[in-house]
Antibody, heavy 115, light 107 residues
Framework: EVQLLESGGGLVQPGGSLRLSCAAS????????MSWVRQAPGKGLEWVSL????????CYADSVKGRFTISRDNSKNTLYLQMTSLRVEDTAVYYC????????WGQGTLVTVSS | DIQMTQSPSSLSASVGDRVTITCRAS??????LGWYQQKPGKAPKRLIY???SLQSGVPSRFSGSGSGTEFTLTISSLQPEDFATYYC?????????FGQGTKLEIK
């Protein structure tokens, strides 16, 4: 059974940093591109980032480009999202999902940016 | 970047009704579009991929159509469990983009 489990969310001050993790099980992470999607409280879904299966190609939403970095450790079957220079508007539930077309989703981890 | 315009933003309907939700892309995206259902407090779930292919396990009352710039999601006969928010996603060219969502409510 495919499972994705996000962790690393929490409360951080504006300007701070946080690293999210997504542990994959039930499949071999190295053979799939992976994505991050977020949802601010009471708002719609926002696509955030994609990484290729090998990790050598990435893409970002304009709203996070230059501040967020997606990466993966295929030996640990884990996907990451390093978030820096966090803003209040980055407050959201962050989901990881398999492939560009988001065929499986994790349950999400809440990031709150507030002073 | 490709913009996805989804309509309507909200919809009231009754059990048994047929409903249609539309997404329009600002430029052609072939059939690189998916539809997702989200219930309150839950992660989204994929319903349709490649614009018209039904995800395994999803009831056949859900269907998708379209190609290029105009796409529709149709629910042929609404069931109580279908009241949720629906989103389209274009994954033709990065950055990918979602529609604004359609909240389907019970009339």
């Amino acid at each position: 059974e495919v499972q994705l489990l996000e962790s690393g969310g929490g409360l951080v001050q504006p300007g701070g940093s946080l690293r999210l993790s997504c542990a994959a099980s039930g499949f071999t992470l190295s053979t799939y591109p992976m994505s991050w999607v977020r949802q601010a409280p009471g708002k719609g879904l926002e696509w955030v980032s994609l990484i290729s299966d090998s990790g050598d190609s990435t893409c970002y939403a304009d709203s996070v480009k230059g501040r967020f970095t997606i990466s993966r450790d295929n030996s640990k079957n884990t996907l990451y999202l390093q978030m820096t220079s966090l803003r209040v508007e980055d407050t959201a539930v962050y989901y990881c999902a398999r492939r560009a077309w988001l065929e499986y989703w994790g349950q999400g981890t809440l990031v709150t940016v507030s002073s | 970047d490709i913009q996805m315009t989804q309509s309507p933003s909200s919809l009231s309907a009754s059990v048994g009704d047929r409903v249609t939700i539309t997404c329009r892309a600002s430029q052609g995206i072939s059939n690189n579009l998916g539809w997702y259902q989200q219930k309150p407090g839950k992660a989204p779930k994929r319903l349709i991929y490649a614009a018209s292919s039904l995800q395994s396990g999803v009831p056949s009352r859900f269907s998708g159509s379209g190609s290029g710039t105009e796409f529709t999601l149709t629910i042929s006969s609404l069931q109580p469990e279908d009241f949720a928010t629906y989103y389209c996603l274009q994954h033709n060219s990065c950055p990918y983009t979602f529609g604004q969502g359609t909240k389907l409510e019970i009339k």
